[in-house]
């Protein structure tokens, strides 16, 4: 496979995971079928659009791209008819969905300074494109975003990567290498601290 | 009239009877006065703004036409100051919004396609056009959307009809009748649904 | 300081004391660091990223000008260390949010008349520059608005400052003292409410 098409295939395969930790959401919810779709196309496209509205790339990418339709519908239906089997494989969800993570803040970082955004404003729109999705799904499923209060490492590792992207790109530093490293730091430091339960401090003087 | 002119007529009605639901909402949760006008404004305004940022027909139109802000604001002073009496026409309330919904999926799925989008994207931006509205009025309202949860066929209509004009405009079928024949299908689909108690399905092993 | 530099520090300013009421709200939620830094950013920046997306400036503001997230993180590190001092100050902190208020509403309603927007859309858009990023801020806390149903007088002084900058702009009346006597409009009346509680009113008939 060539360079782009790997890219688009990961793309996709990101999205594919992001969307099934929206259906997934709208089980636990006891949402229908329509929420179930909402939830799984929102959470996977849902960064990307806020990144491409706000770096002026419209129609963004969810809407030019026939795959960002039909990959999310694709995760609705198994988790439709299979999200008992589904569930039981959440670790494993948990696993692809690092993954996601170490691969939208790369890509989202990239898109921005294409785009002209300083370093800065590319980094934070990097962060937007991985947990932007993950956001939204749970302001529509009537939760707090678990992103803002759950002290998990989510957003962090996403900065890491988002940030190396950008320092590299600085440094003239180009390529699927380059960014498939950074991927790889934020990937890594999101199980790390799965794995050891690593948490956000809460404010100064805030019992835990 | 001429057709643009009854177009035009019939958009404004749709918008006033989306904003009467969205002020009505305001009342039921004890909204005040301003809480009442963003709620009527953003119903009735809500999808159509979405669909224009996407489509990038910026301003949107809720924004260059003084109709669509003149018309909320007239809802909400009918239902400030008269919502027993809307509220004892909430039957026909109901009714006039199935209209809206079959009007707003036809005509926002053309303008997505008018801007150049797949027939899938533009189906998809019709059925944000209607329900969008609908979807930010229960957020802004503290509650999850109750087209993600309440099994009432509602979105399901409005995919009917945005679907039924984009496969005309596949098949090169053009034209008010066109348009009018889908949007009267999505209004039949959920008049109907109301009617009989027709219910969205629940993913598979969900109890009622 | 030349006129420009002072309009650029008042936005400052005002940036920091919004993103400071956003900080507090993490605190009063039990956020972590996280939910800190993207309550501050948004309360600061949300609505004039709204306004800017409605009137196709993207990137906007936020995202093209370094100060404008270098300013909330920095409102973030001090209530994250301080809270228990900057929670004294309160009082204080509502006097500069006033301020801020009269700012935004009027330099909102320039912007979008300079885009080319009518009177009507450009003063909804300096309201929705001042109050946006508070409604935005309260969503994502849990919250129903608080501008939507508190009935203290919150959007209506930021109508009557981009109402009063609009009118002068109709009048060919232009300039830095037009703008900011009609902030101060828009912050005396807030002050005002404040101090003598009055109240938006309720839809008639609709019990205290």
Known sequence: MSGPAVASALDLAGIFVFAVSGALAAVRQRLDVVGMVVLA????????????????????????????????????????????????????VLLFDAAGLGLFCTTGTLKALDHGLSPVHAVLLGVVTAVGGGVLRDVLAGHIPSVLYDRQLYALPALLGAAAVAAADAADLHGGAVTAGAAVMAFAMRVLAMRYGWRAPLPRGVPD
Chains 1, 2, 3 share one sequence.
Request: net charge neutral; hydrophobic share 60%.
């Open 41 to 92: 196309g929102i959470t996977a496209l849902g960064g990307g659009i806020v990144r491409d509205l706000m770096i002026g790339a419209v129609p963004p990418a969810a809407f030019t791209d026939l795959g960002y339709v039909l990959v999310p519908l694709a995760a609705s239906a198994l988790v439709f008819f299979w999200h008992p089997q589904v569930t039981r494989l959440f670790p494993a």
